[in-house]
């Protein structure tokens, strides 16, 4: 399905993020966000478009999104692409005029040159409980989660 838009932003995108951040809100006692009528609202009009695609650096980082997504949000399907070049594909469909995706997750570093170009769009993150200090690029981004990457090896083989 093409979608010409000028943002990157849509219902179903933001509704992605609800559930993402909801994970992170469970933890930090911000539960308020899953019942509150503009989460609702957004979820009957997600339902409506049907499907999400979200684009990210790595399989093991989205590969768990569509089951987890579903559990809170019935009846849309999560559709992902994991590529180190997302960023690169992102700016050359905006430049085309169009996209395939409506969710972006991705590094600090993959974030910058899509803001640097206008490609993200707004969001009001505190209804997500995100912190103000977690929003980034007058509004258009913000941080949900931190990932540590490590290597583990057996020091006798």
Do not use: C
């Not at 996209?99 to 707004?122: C, K, N, Q, Y």
């Not at 995100?130 to 931190?146: I, K, Q, R, S, Y």
């Amino acid at each position: 399905m093409q979608r010409t838009i000028r943002h990157l932003s849509m219902m179903v995108g933001v509704l992605i993020l609800v559930a993402l951040i909801g994970t992170a809100s469970v933890v930090t006692g911000q539960g308020s966000w899953a019942t509150s009528p503009a989460v609702k609202n957004l979820y009957e009009k997600a339902k409506a478009e049907g499907q999400v695609v979200i684009w990210g650096p790595n399989d093991q980082e989205l590969d768990w999104i569509p089951r987890a997504f579903n559990k809170r949000f019935p009846g849309i399907e999560v559709k992902f692409t994991a590529d180190l070049a997302a960023v690169t594909k992102l700016v050359a469909e905006y430049r085309a005029g169009r996209h395939t995706v409506d969710t972006f997750i991705f590094s600090l570093g993959g974030m910058m040159p899509l803001a640097e170009r206008g490609i993200l769009g707004p969001n009001d993150w505190g209804l997500f409980g995100v912190l103000p200090e977690d929003v980034f690029f007058n509004g258009n981004a913000a941080a949900t989660h931190n990932l540590l990457y490590a290597v583990i090896y057996n020091t006798d083989k």
